[in-house]
C-alpha cells in the first residue's frame, strides 16, 4: 500500500495494522525496562526501524534474516534514522532463533513482528517456507511475555505462499484460545492474493 492510500482509506492495511497492535503492545509495558522485540525477517529494515522506534532510548530489537543483504540494507536504514545501536542483526534462518537467543529471553519479549515472503528488489528464490514458519512461530510464541504480542504477515500470491498460509492458520487454530488471543485480518473480495494479518497475544 502506498502513502497516498494511507490517506484515502478509512481501513488501514495490514502493514499499517500491525504497527499500530505492536504500538499498542508497547506502549502498555511502557513502564516495563528495557522494552524488548524482535523482527525476525529484516528485509529492508522499515519493521526494524518501527520497533527501534517504539521500543524507545533503552530497549533492545533483535532483527533476524537469511539473507546478508537483507542485513545490510537493514543496517543503513538504521543508521540514516540513528536507530543503529538499539538493534542487534543476526544471520539466521529466524526457525533458529529462539535457540540461540539466552535463556533470559524466554518470557520476556513485548512485541515480535514477522513479514513473510521474499526480499523486495532482491533474490525471490530466498522466500519465507511453511515448514520454518512453523518452526520459527512455535518457537517464538514461548518467548512472548503476558500479553506480548506477535504479528505475522502473509503473502500467498508467490509458489509455496497458500501452503505457508494454511501453515499459519492451522498453527493458529491450534493454540488454546484460553492461553492465546488470535485475530486473523484480511480483505475479502480483494484480489484473493492480498496479504494476510495475523496476530497473537499471549493471555496466561
Ligand atoms: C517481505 S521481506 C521482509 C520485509 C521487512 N520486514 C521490511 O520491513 O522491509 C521477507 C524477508 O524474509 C527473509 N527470509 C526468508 N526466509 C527466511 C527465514 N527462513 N528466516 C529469516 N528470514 C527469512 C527474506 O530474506 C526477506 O528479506
Known sequence: MTGRDQARFAIPGVIDLAHEWVGNALSRFADTLPL????LTVGNGHDTGRLAAAVGQRGVVIGCDIQVEALFRTSLHLQSI???????????DHAHL????????H????????????????DKSRVTRGDTTEAMLRGVLPLLTLHGLLTVIVYSGHPGGA???QVVTQVAD??????WRVAQVSFPGRAHHSPTLFAFERMR
Open 174 to 179: 491450534s493454540l488454546q484460545p484460553s492461553l
Open 82 to 92: 540513528g536507530l543503529m545501536e538499539r538493534v542487534r542483526l543476526i544471520q539466521t
Open 107 to 122: 518470557g520476556s519479549v513485548h512485541a515480535a513482528m514477522a513479514n513473510l515472503g521474499y526480499l523486495p528488489g532482491g
Open 163 to 165: 501452503e505457508e498460509l
Open 36 to 39: 524488548r522485540a524482535l523482527d
Open 98 to 105: 529462539s535457540g540461540q537467543l539466552g535463556s533470559t529471553w
